[in-house]
Nanobody
Framework: QVQLVESGGGLVQAGGSLRLSCAASGLTFSTYAMGWFRQAPGKEREFVAVITWSGGTTYYGDAMKGRFTISRDNAKKTVALQMNSLKPEDTALYFC????????????????WGQGTQVTVSS
């Protein structure tokens, strides 16, 4: 049984930082590209970042470039999202997702999803 469990969300003031983590189990983690997505109330799920299975390549949504950093530890089966210079518009439920051997910005391409962790940025 595959499980992805996110943690690290919370309430932060604008300009602050948060580090999200996602712990994976039940899959061969090192063969999956790992992505982060977010969804705000009333909006579609939005691509945040993705990292290849090896960790050698990363991609970011335009609104996140220069502020967010995705990383992974295959030995610990975790993927992290460091978020700096947070803005109120970053407020959303953040999900991690696993995509077998493929890198994609499309949430429909992902095989497994976590339950999400809430990030709220106050102005």
């Amino acid at each position: 049984q595959v499980q992805l469990v996110e943690s690290g969300g919370g309430l932060v003031q604008a300009g602050g930082s948060l580090r999200l983590s996602c712990a994976a189990s039940g899959l061969t983690f090192s063969t999956y590209a790992m992505g982060w997505f977010r969804q705000a109330p009333g909006k579609e799920r939005e691509f945040v970042a993705v990292i290849t299975w090896s960790g050698g390549t990363t991609y970011y949504g335009d609104a996140m470039k220069g502020r967010f950093t995705i990383s992974r530890d295959n030995a610990k089966k975790t993927v992290a999202l460091q978020m700096n210079s947070l803005k109120p518009e970053d407020t959303a439920l953040y999900f991690c997702a696993a995509n077998w051997q493929a890198v994609s910005r499309n949430p429909r391409a992902y095989d497994y999803w976590g339950q999400g962790t809430q990030v709220t940025v106050s102005s």
